[in-house]
């Protein structure tokens, strides 16, 4: 079937692909500079510790602020699109002696900015509360020790001034993600003592005046951590609180809850709540795994409610790191799999089946949402793709292993 076949076949549900098309232009999803050196950063060589964990020895990780550019470049290329690119604190780039995270500043981030108007793309940030002597026990912003507590409140202000910084030099808002690993391998014997120590430190953080017009704070629960299974400071339920006490947003992660929960449920309560959505795209297998995103039901719902609820009201990071096959390739097909979802939420008539929900047709609903399922979307996403300049299908992989062949290998 061609496009143009596709384009009659969704116009007789109501559905205007050109403006699919357009819309899922507009779409700028964050992508994660950590996927491409298993979330090791600039500073040591020591990896990634508190409660985070990557798998794999695949060849070609990047080891310098260069190689992982180049790398973040050529996966960008395949990807349809104009998007973001997300980093870490522990990606500064440091001349001779490293600058701790209490003290980093603009400086560290001049290369990326750089790099960043360079390639067009805008950038989002997050401080880096883990793989640090400072969080060595599993805790930082909730530490009884003082010391501790201060050294990461320093490091969270620095973060928000930096994020400043690249909302004025790239002309646009700046999403920083607070996640902290803090918390318990074995029951503890207070609860709410370091949730206190935790809020106030936030508290104090956030007493710094930074441009609510430059920077978007987000605040991320988790479930759990590899090592802190028992008890997470953050919570689902201490997180919405102290966001909608703050006033910053709450931030969902795909992997961040119980595998029965349903992530896309949450959504609807969230804007509601928040007015806009943050979130990472994720996939857990029996935990917090941050497997590549694959093209499942999860993510389907996930994209359905942004599609509904308006893109607009949503900021969309990809999260998840595997050291078990390419990394160049993790990134390019996660990103495309999130789009495809998207996509497909675009091709489908909501107002039409909600009227079905409303009016209590639940066969008629049932039976149209099964085989809208079967409707030519591949049609649609080759037309998107021909016109930002990239392959539909699966031969952008054959640019990939050449990639590999060419400079991964060498490394």
């Known amino acids: ?6 384009q009659k076949k969704y ?5 205007d692909t ?3 098309i357009k819309d899922l232009g507009k779409i700028a999803i964050s992508l994660h500079c950590w996927q491409g050196d298993d979330v090791g950063g600039f500073e040591t060589t020591g990896g990634a510790s508190g409660g985070i964990q990557t798998t794999g020895n695949y060849p ?4 310098t602020p260069q190689e992982l550019m180049k790398d973040l470049e050529f996966a960008l290329a395949l990807i349809p699109g104009r998007h973001r690119v997300n980093l870490h604190a522990c990606y500064g780039i440091h001349e001779g002696k490293v600058t701790d995270r209490d003290k980093l500043s603009e400086k560290n981030f001049e290369p990326w900015v750089k790099w960043a108007k360079k390639t067009g793309v805008k950038l989002d940030f997050n ?3 883990f793989s640090h002597p400072m969080a060595a026990d599993g805790l930082t912003l909730s530490s009884p020790d003082s010391k501790v507590r201060n050294f990461w409140i320093k490091h969270g202000i620095q973060c928000l001034k930096i994020g400043e910084y690249f909302a004025k030099e790239l002309k646009s808002p700046c999403g920083i993600n607070f996640w902290c690993p803090d918390g318990y391998k074995d029951e503890p014997s207070d609860r709410l003592g370091p949730r206190k120590r935790m809020a106030d430190s936030l508290d104090k953080i956030f007493k710094y005046k930074y441009n609510k017009k430059l920077v978007i704070p987000t605040f991320e629960s988790k479930l759990f951590g590899i090592g802190l299974e028992s008890y997470t400071v953050n919570s689902h339920e201490f997180v919405m609180g102290y966001a909608m006490k703050k006033g910053i947003l709450a931030l969902l992660d795909m992997g961040h809850f119980h595998l029965t929960e349903s992530v896309a449920d949450k959504i609807s309560s969230f804007l509601m709540t928040f007015g806009k959505v943050a979130f990472h795209i994720s996939r857990p297998v029996r935990w917090d795994s941050d497997h590549v995103i694959r093209q499942n039901d999860d ?6 409610e942004i599609v509904k609820m308006g893109p607009e009201n949503f900021i969309v990071a990809l999260d998840y790191f595997d050291a078990s096959i390419n990394r160049v390739a993790a990134w390019v097909l996660g990103m495309r799999n999130m789009q495809k979802e998207l996509l497909k939420a675009m091709l489908v008539p909501w107002k039409d089946l909600t009227k079905l929900q409303d009016t209590g047709a639940l066969t008629a609903q049932l039976v149209l949402q099964e085989e809208y399922k079967n409707y030519p979307v591949d049609e649609v996403w080759a037309e998107f793709c021909k016109r930002n300049g990239v392959v539909a299908d699966e031969a952008w992989f054959k640019q990939v292993e050449k990639y590999e062949k060419d400079v991964l290998l060498k490394r």
Not at 60 to 63: E, N
Not at 299 to 304: E, N, P, S, V, Y
């Open 11 to 15: 116009a007789k549900i109501g559905i």
């Open 299 to 304: 993510l389907r719902a996930c994209a359905q």
């Open 1 to 6: 079937m061609s496009y143009k076949e596709a």
């Open 127 to 129: 401080p880096t509360f």
């Open 18 to 20: 050109e403006k699919a």
């Open 60 to 63: 070609g990780k990047a080891r």
